[in-house]
């Protein structure tokens, strides 16, 4: 899945669904959620509030996802909270 534009509060209602479907539909079709975030252009502490969801709702479900690519927008976003990016790249492989 390729995630593009602008991550922020004000969408988050409406991507928090999508990943959520997203993440099903490809583990009822056997395979891993492929997220490709290299076009998020902007990206806020609600956004990553949903990646971080979507990590915990894949483990509990024991589902699993990766990310291919990061936006700078996300790695700043991250980085500005302290969080590291490596966590961000590793964050869904084997349902974690």
């Known amino acids: 899945m390729t995630l593009a534009g602008e991550w922020n509060i004000a969408n988050a209602e409406e991507l928090r669904k999508l990943l959520a479907e997203s993440l099903i539909a ?20 609600a956004a990553l509030q949903l990646f971080y969801s979507l990590r915990r709702t894949a483990a509990e479900r024991g589902l699993r996802w990766r990310v291919a690519a990061l ?4 790695t700043e976003t991250a980085s500005a909270l302290g969080l590291p990016v490596q966590e961000l790249m590793e964050a869904g492989r084997d349902g974690l």
């Open 26 to 45: 490809d583990s009822d079709a056997g395979g891993d959620l492929v997220l490709d975030l290299a076009g998020v252009q902007a990206c806020d502490t």
């Open 71 to 74: 936006s700078n927008a996300i």
